[in-house]
T-cell receptor, first 109, second 112 residues
Framework: SQKIEQNSEALNIQEGKTATLTCNYTNYSPAYLQWYRQDPGRGPVFLLLIRENEKEKRKERLKVTFDTTLKQSLFHITASQPADSATYLCALGYSTLTFGKGTMLLVSP | DAMVIQNPRYQVTQFGKPVTLSCSQTLNHNVMYWYQQKSSQAPKLLFHYYDKDFNNEADTPDNFQSRRPNTSFCFLDIRSPGLGDAAMYLC???????????FGEGSRLTVL
């Protein structure tokens, strides 16, 4: 069955460092992959979309890579700030999206 | 300005008492989705509408129904809520399939 894996343990980093979050998937050949941010008790907010024929996408301090051979996406936040603390969800799909459980990021001052 | 609005934000119901959650959008998007998210779990797609076409996920229980009377509104009906249905229910929209989703703030359902 299709499986999306994100680190269940929270990632703790210091302000100013680069945060790197991982999304691995199995039994899936998605046409695109998306990353969302979710704050406690709130709905997810879209961050980036990358398609299967793209290797890398950037938006301000965010960068996402997509390796369809490794079946993995990496999500980077450079110069991280305490305000970046949240849960980050990856999602894959052809038409509808299937989400991972997310990884909590904690950025300390 | 809120673009996807869910009501109520918090709903408490008793075991077996029907509940309706509502979602409205000002984006004029074709597609509306309902996801269920339990604590520390992934959002799970229940169903979606592409315009008026209803698409049910294979493992969505019969206890869950949905209505989309017009482009702007979509409702989630839970006919006989059980304790296991306590969750955050997220409504989302998209312009066509395959693009970014715009989520509402969610409706948190508690079943007593």
């Amino acid at each position: 069955s299709q499986k999306i894996e994100q680190n269940s343990e929270a990632l703790n980093i210091q302000e100013g460092k680069t945060a790197t979050l991982t999304c691995n998937y199995t039994n899936y050949s998605p046409a695109y992959l998306q990353w969302y941010r979710q704050d406690p008790g709130r709905g997810p907010v879209f961050l980036l979309l990358i398609r299967e024929n793209e290797k890398e996408k950037r938006k301000e301090r965010l960068k996402v890579t997509f390796d369809t051979t490794l079946k993995q996406s990496l999500f980077h936040i450079t110069a991280s700030q305490p305000a970046d603390s949240a849960t980050y969800l990856c999602a894959l799909g052809y038409s509808t999206l299937t989400f991972g459980k997310g990884t909590m990021l904690l950025v300390s001052p | 300005d809120a673009m996807v609005i869910q009501n109520p934000r918090y709903q408490v119901t008793q075991f077996g008492k029907p509940v309706t959650l509502s979602c409205s959008q000002t984006l004029n998007h074709n597609v509306m989705y309902w996801y269920q998210q339990k604590s520390s779990q992934a959002p799970k797609l229940l169903f979606h509408y592409y315009d008026k076409d209803f698409n049910n996920e294979a493992d969505t229980p019969d206890n869950f129904q949905s209505r989309r009377p017009n482009t702007s509104f979509c409702f989630l009906d839970i006919r006989s809520p059980g304790l296991g249905d306590a969750a955050m229910y997220l409504c989302a929209t998209s312009r066509g399939m395959g693009g970014e989703l715009f989520f509402g703030e969610g409706s948190r359902l508690t079943v007593l």
